[in-house]
């Protein structure tokens, strides 16, 4: 049994306890899966691809315009790709298939939404006038098949909350995106 040794940080005095941890073995197989947010997508970075498995969507209040909802798409690496550490560092790290990282979801990426759970290869492909200053990146989405819409695990929103996402479920009609 390994044996782990841990301080109290409440004293002046380090007190020290053992605590026995016993050995598993794990199925011939498997790896051990984390749902720490590893890094970001950053589809800037050379105009990169990339290969993941949408699981699920956080929605908050835009930080440039709180009345905007932004969402954060969280998903499994099928891939290698090159990722913003997570860290306020800002460092470029190499994300690995399995790790579960961000993607911050765009009005161009709406083609994943109905790709919860299946594998996605996904690029900055073409650019959209829309009217505004800035025109949208339109991003190539493709799976082998369409299968659940990416669940919302969590909503934050407050000022953005009657502002719709390509994630809403449609109540009556086509989504509005």
Known sequence: MAETTTKAASSSKAATTSVSKPAFQV???MQRVSSDVVGFYDPKMAQQDI????????LMDGNAEAHKPSMLIFAELVSPCKIVESSKSGNIIEGKPGDMIGIWGKPG???????????????PDTVKDTGKP???QVFAVHASKRTARIPISEDRREKSKSADTWLDVPKDGPVPF
Not at 51 to 58: G, S
């Open 27 to 29: 199925p011939k197989g």
């Open 51 to 58: 290969h993941f498995i949408p699981r699920e969507a956080v």
């Open 109 to 123: 990426m709406k083609d994943m939404r109905d790709c919860c759970g299946e594998p996605v290869f996904m690029y």
């Open 134 to 136: 800035n025109p949208m």
